[in-house]
């Protein structure tokens, strides 16, 4: 059976009245956090229907009868995961807000690696989704009524965290990959490293070796959101000055 539905119909999946599960049949819900599990242990290349099927003890064909297929089950799965913990509260403060929702963000994406991909490939349409993103459009008008400048406010921040995020996941998935610890890995590649220092040919790099404190991914992530946060404010009182 295919694992996605072409035509118009499938991006109607939030409108769908689902079936009452037979008595021994798996619920939507437990579909949904299966197929998570799948995703988040093993990666979104692992999900399949039948993989979810086969970890529910259950029939192929009986999953498809509540959902349409693989598709339809990542935008479930996104919209579950978007309601797992309550949005952080508004407080009125632009910068604060729109920081504590940033948060949020980063954590939900490295709590579900997977998360990120499938976001930047298709709009988020559930309801907690959207819930989620009228939250940072009214922390965003709290900065500036223009709807218009509001959205490109969130659109930049949310860019920003994502960026973020991805690169942070590539590094943990590095060093999976190797099988090193961050201080293995330092040592396996210190010797090649003095040796480019003490080459002069790259200056600046050197200093950053020699000099630069190393920051937590924490503190990267807290001072490349003030710069952002920095920029965009000065970017609205610009626009407000023309």
Same mark, same amino acid.
């Given at each position: 059976?295919?694992?996605?539905?072409?035509?118009?119909?499938?991006?109607?999946?939030?409108?769908?009245?689902?079936?009452?599960?037979?008595?021994?049949?798996?619920?939507?819900?437990? =579909?949904?956090?299966? /197929?998570?599990?799948? /995703?988040?242990?093993?990666?979104?290349?692992?999900?399949?229907?039948?993989?979810?099927?086969?970890?529910?003890?259950?029939?192929?064909?009986?999953?498809?009868?509540?959902?349409?297929?693989?598709?339809?089950?990542?935008?479930?799965?996104?919209?579950?995961?978007?309601?797992?913990?309550?949005?952080?509260?508004?407080?009125?403060?632009?910068?604060?807000?729109?920081?504590? =929702? %940033?948060?949020?963000?980063?954590?939900?994406?490295?709590?579900?690696?997977?998360?990120?991909?499938?976001?930047?490939?298709?709009?988020?349409?559930?309801?907690?989704?959207?819930?989620?993103? @009228?939250?940072?459009?009214?922390?965003?008008? +709290?900065?500036?009524? @223009?709807?218009?400048?509001?959205?490109?406010?969130?659109?930049?921040?949310?860019?920003?965290?994502?960026?973020?995020?991805?690169?942070?996941?590539?590094?943990?998935?590095?060093?999976?990959?190797?099988?090193?610890?961050?201080?293995?890995?330092?040592?396996?590649?210190?010797?090649?490293?003095?040796?480019?220092?003490?080459?002069?040919?790259?200056?600046?790099? +050197?200093?950053?070796?020699?000099? %630069?404190?190393?920051?937590?991914?924490?503190?990267?992530?807290?001072?490349?959101?003030?710069?952002?946060?920095?920029?965009?404010?000065?970017?609205?009182?610009? /626009?407000? %000055?023309?």
């Amino acid at each position: 059976m295919a694992e996605t539905t072409e035509g118009p119909e499938a991006a109607l999946v939030w409108q769908k009245a689902r079936r009452t599960p037979r008595r021994q049949a798996p619920s939507v819900e437990r =579909i949904v956090q299966a /197929a998570i599990v799948i /995703a988040d242990t093993e990666g979104v290349n692992a999900l399949s229907m039948r993989r979810v099927a086969a970890d529910l003890d259950s029939g192929t064909a009986s999953l498809y009868r509540y959902v349409d297929g693989r598709d339809e089950l990542l935008d479930l799965m996104i919209n579950d995961v978007h309601g797992e913990e309550g949005p952080p509260p508004l407080t009125g403060d632009w910068r604060a807000d729109l920081t504590g =929702i %940033a948060r949020d963000l980063r954590a939900t994406l490295l709590r579900h690696p997977w998360l990120g991909s499938e976001l930047t490939g298709r709009p988020a349409l559930g309801a907690n989704s959207l819930r989620r993103h @009228d939250l940072a459009l009214t922390a965003a008008a +709290a900065l500036t009524p @223009d709807i218009t400048l509001a959205t490109g406010v969130v659109d930049t921040v949310m860019a920003y965290v994502f960026g973020a995020v991805t690169q942070e996941l590539a590094e943990l998935q590095a060093q999976r990959r190797s099988g090193l610890t961050e201080e293995q890995w330092r040592a396996s590649v210190g010797p090649y490293i003095r040796e480019v220092v003490e080459s002069g040919a790259y200056p600046q790099f +050197a200093r950053r070796v020699v000099e %630069a404190e190393d920051c937590a991914p924490q503190e990267q992530f807290e001072f490349g959101l003030a710069c952002v946060l920095d920029g965009v404010a000065a970017r609205v009182r610009g /626009a407000s %000055a023309g």
